[in-house]
């Protein structure tokens, strides 16, 4: 019913005022509760802060193909990027660029940084981009990108001939210094670029890498994945790899690591017996720990020479190789998920035997890809030992309890696969070092005069490594440091947790339905949560898999079901421990699909039970270009924290 007089006119005009002022209010109590304030909050902004794109910015540049992401989380940088695809769209590569440019209210953009973006890989499709700073380190940014099979481009449909791999494309740069650098810039130039014409490591070093993820596709969460200041958790599908970047000082014996901290302390303790140590970690690590059960060592002799010791290894991995041998020749048992999957296999229980058919989509890694990594590991272990025969007796002797486990790893090594072990390129394997992880690492530093360019790429198996390149603002390789030095140098940090390996342990000690179990076929991985404070990341192990029925009647025939495997892991020291195991669920009429929307589902529900809100001041900065992907364009680059815009 209408306002039958002005002054009803004018009362309504007033509620609707006052309501207006209640909800802002609302909102603004709801923002001091949870540490941040709704983008709904302001709508709209006074013109005085609001400031036109292209008052700002050159014409040259738009026509250039720049397209804007947004601010930095400092708010001093704008950043854009472009990307160039060359005059053959269907048979060309394409490059990428990232610029920063210097933002002040009321003067225009300066360009003060670039960085080439995925240097030396092979870009065939136009990349979902997504640029991330950490929550406190401003010193370096993290750019993900990865391609999907939307694109028509020919040269895209030859390239991925199969759908079930992506790629992406990880590069994390420097950022340029807030004022000119000296190093940076020895000799004043009329250019507003601040970088790249110096020897500068702090403001000038890039690190690219690249790795296939396969179906289901794990997902990117920086949520999660850039909780932890300098480091950046990667999902490979294989393993969940924890990657450390710092600068580390000029001064030498100072330390910079950041993963693996109780772990790189072990060795130091190498030098008394190994039961002993074994005992005392044993009895430190957590009751659901697979190192925990590991069978005491017998005490080390101690080598006459080192003749002998080189004698005394080759006969140990002899007779290790014998128990590998004869546990592959044995078959069955719920341990072996890496040699059963991915080919039919023949099980016998109650005088029958069984056919397990493949299951498509399997991850499994067949006998002779198994039995070259193991080759490959037995020989880092050895060629390590042999270099530092102070802790080779212990190691050495601890791989026979091992092999006599059917699930544990014969020699499980920490050494880098791209360098040999020196006190700059430190790859610790403490004798407690679980068989489900490996720690590598490495320090680069600018090229000396003189010094041949060397290739940094990593291990070519991103299951053990990733093959990390680290370069200059050039794309100039950085040096490898091999010896102790003085100067900077860029340390690159990687803990490996094989998820494989991980499932086989928690089924074996710690799924009550672990004597049904056949083999799985597949699993995705969920990072459910990160606590930076005490290093512990959370993950939830989605499986399918292969198990017996509990009823007699269908013993005979192994059913499909899903379940799940609730995982906490320790960054300092490496060690997994269950936190819950899933019952079996059996998959009736279902693809894999549906299995794994309803598993994600049941994630992002846990999730959000545990949520905490982002405080206002630690929170992880992402920009995407996903509007320029759905056909659309962003309408303002928004500095919240500042309450400046800028209008598209």
């Known amino acids: 019913m209408a306002p039958s007089s002005k002054s009803e006119k004018d009362d309504s005009k007033q509620k609707a005022q006052r309501k207006h002022k209640d909800h802002v209010v609302k909102l603004l109590m709801r923002g001091k509760l949870s540490g941040q304030f709704s983008q709904r909050l302001f709508r709209k902004l006074p013109p005085r802060v609001c400031v036109p794109l292209k008052n700002i910015v050159s014409e040259e540049f738009l026509r250039a193909g720049h397209i804007f992401l947004g601010f930095t989380k400092c708010g001093r940088y704008v950043l854009s990027y472009t990307s160039d695809c060359g005059e053959d769209d269907d048979f060309s590569f394409y490059t990428y660029h990232l610029y920063w440019w210097e933002f002040n209210l009321h003067s225009r953009l300066k360009q003060v940084h670039h960085v080439r973006l995925f240097a030396g890989e092979e870009i065939y499709s136009d990349l979902y981009l997504t640029v991330c700073e950490w929550p406190n380190d401003h010193s370096k940014i993290v750019i993900f990108g990865f391609n999907t099979r939307s694109s028509s481009s020919v040269l895209m449909n030859l390239m991925m001939s199969d759908e079930n791999n992506r ?45 296939q993820v396969v179906y289901p596709f794990p997902t990117f969460q920086p949520a999660f994945q850039l909780k932890k200041d300098q480091v950046i958790l990667l999902n490979t599908s294989y393993s969940l790899v924890a990657c450390g970047i710092s600068l580390c000082p000029g001064k030498q014996g100072q330390s910079s690591q950041i993963l693996y901290t109780k772990g790189a302390a072990l060795p130091s303790q190498a030098s008394t017996t190994f039961s002993s140590t074994s005992s005392a970690s044993s009895s430190s690590l957590p009751q659901g720990s697979p190192e925990s059960r590991l069978p005491p060592s017998r005490p080390t002799p101690i080598p006459s020479s080192p003749s002998q010791s080189q004698a005394a290894v080759r006969a140990r991995e002899f007779a290790a190789d014998l128990f590998r041998r004869a546990q592959g020749g044995g078959g069955g048992g719920g341990g072996g998920g890496r040699e059963n999957e991915g080919q039919s ?56 309890p091992q092999c006599s486990e059917q699930v544990m790893s014969p020699a499980s090594s920490s050494s880098s696969p791209s360098s040999p072990p020196t006190p700059s390129s430190s790859q610790e394997a ?40 680290v370069t200059d603002l050039k794309g100039r ?37 672990a004597p049904q179990f056949c083999s799985f076929s597949d699993y995705d991985v969920v990072i459910l949560e990160v606590c930076p404070e005490t290093n512990t990341v959370m993950i939830n192990i989605g499986l399918l898999l292969l198990a017996f029925s509990n009823s007699d009647e269908e013993h005979c025939r192994p059913n499909t079901y899903h379940s799940n495997l609730q995982v906490s892991w320790d960054l300092n020291t490496g060690v997994c421990c269950t936190v819950g195991v899933g019952d079996l669920t059996e998959v009736k009429g279902q693809t894999s699909g549906s299995v794994w929307s309803s598993y994600r589902k049941s994630c992002v529900n846990t999730v959000m039970k545990w949520l905490v809100p982002e405080s206002s001041s630690r929170y992880i900065n992402r920009m995407t270009n996903e509007a320029l992907h759905k056909g659309s364009s962003l309408q303002v680059l928004a500095d919240s924290d500042r309450c400046t815009w800028i209008v598209l």
């Open 345 to 400: 296999e023949r099980r016998t229980a109650d005088g029958c035997e069984k056919e397990v058919a493949q299951i498509p989509g399997d991850k499994g890694i067949n006998v002779e890809r198994r039995k070259e990594e193991e080759d490959f590991r037995e020989k880092r272990e050895e060629e390590r030992r042999t270099s530092l025969p102070q802790a080779s007796t212990s190691s050495g002797s601890h791989s026979l």
């Open 167 to 211: 790629d992406i494309y990880i590069t994390i740069a420097s950022m340029p210094p807030p004022k000119p650098c000296s190093h940076c810039c020895p000799v004043p130039s009329a250019t507003t670029i601040r970088t790249g014409s110096g020897e500068c490591l702090e403001h000038g070093y890039v690190l690219n890498s690249r790795y």
């Open 477 to 513: 390789n950085l040096q490898l440091v091999t010896e102790p030095h003085n100067g900077q140098s860029v340390c690159v940090e990687q803990l490996t947790l094989d998820f494989e390996y991980l499932i086989n342990e928690v089924i074996r000690s710690d799924a009550a339905w």
């Open 430 to 469: 403490g004798p407690s070092e679980p068989g489900y992880v490996n720690y590598s690492r490495l320090h680069y530093r600018l090229q000396q005069p003189g010094a041949a360019e060397q290739n940094t790429g990593g291990y070519e198996d991103d299951k053990v490594q990733l093959p990390f390149t």
